[in-house]
């Protein structure tokens, strides 16, 4: 388990962003938590240095997004990385369908025995480059495709918007420049048949860090 004070800090983090969380959701954190260490030593997963860090920067920083996500909806986190924001979404929310689309093998490898490890149902791993399966089968499909580092926003507007269904929406995590990077890239992102659907600015619980969400919507 995680340590005591990790637990609390976990706990009325995500109360803070109105998540009530239970203990076995906690349990399964603790089991991220474990594995994110263990891997990261082989792989370089994540460049933080102590527990502290990964709750606040990671865990509850990819739960800042739940609010935004329908009952039931069909989402590819695009670059997944260590599994941020899809597999924390994923404990907190079994309504969710969740596709983890990761281009790095290493990182595939690791996110599969994640899934085995936390024994989650209704989320899996797709390699994207695997030439056994077809890539375009995943485009038009996903309510929602949501990126927490996956380039700039028009980068992550031109590889996301093929995943969506029509009225879907793109939900970029993004750092305190995220407005400003919105005003720039719009215009070019209108053209492609996006509007802008929501811009909310928050902060992470204990840090006070600012995040930044848009969402752009298909059609």
């Not at 994110?36 to 792989?43: G, P, Q, S």
């Not at 700039?152 to 305190?176: C, E, Q, Y």
Request: hydrophobic share 45%; with cysteine; charged share 25%.
């Amino acid at each position: 388990m995680i340590q005591s004070k990790l637990t609390s800090l976990l706990i009325d983090g995500a109360a803070e962003l109105g998540i009530l969380l239970t203990k076995e959701q906690v349990i399964c954190f603790s089991k991220y938590l474990t594995e994110l260490k263990v891997w990261t030593n082989r792989l370089n997963l994540i460049s933080r240095s102590t527990d502290r860090e990964i709750i606040l920067k990671d865990f509850l920083d990819s739960l800042t997004v739940e609010k935004h996500l329908p009952l039931g909806a069909y989402i590819m986190d695009l670059g997944s990385g260590a599994g941020f924001p899809g597999v924390p979404v994923k404990i907190i929310r079994p309504d969710l369908r969740v596709v983890l689309f990761e281009a790095t093998r290493k990182k595939v490898y690791f996110l599969k025995n994640l899934l085995r490890t936390l024994n989650l149902e209704g989320i899996e791993v797709q390699w994207s480059a695997d030439k056994n399966k077809i890539v375009e089968d995943l485009f038009g499909v996903f309510d929602l495709v949501i990126s927490r580092a996956f380039g700039s926003l028009l980068k992550f507007a031109k590889v996301g918007l093929p995943f969506l269904t029509w009225g879907g929406i793109l939900l970029a995590m993004k750092g305190k420049k995220g407005g400003e990077e919105l005003e720039k890239d719009l215009p070019f992102m209108e053209k492609m048949g996006l509007k802008l659907a929501f811009f909310q600015r928050l902060r992470l619980p204990s840090l006070g860090h600012e995040r930044i969400l848009i969402g752009l919507k298909k059609g």
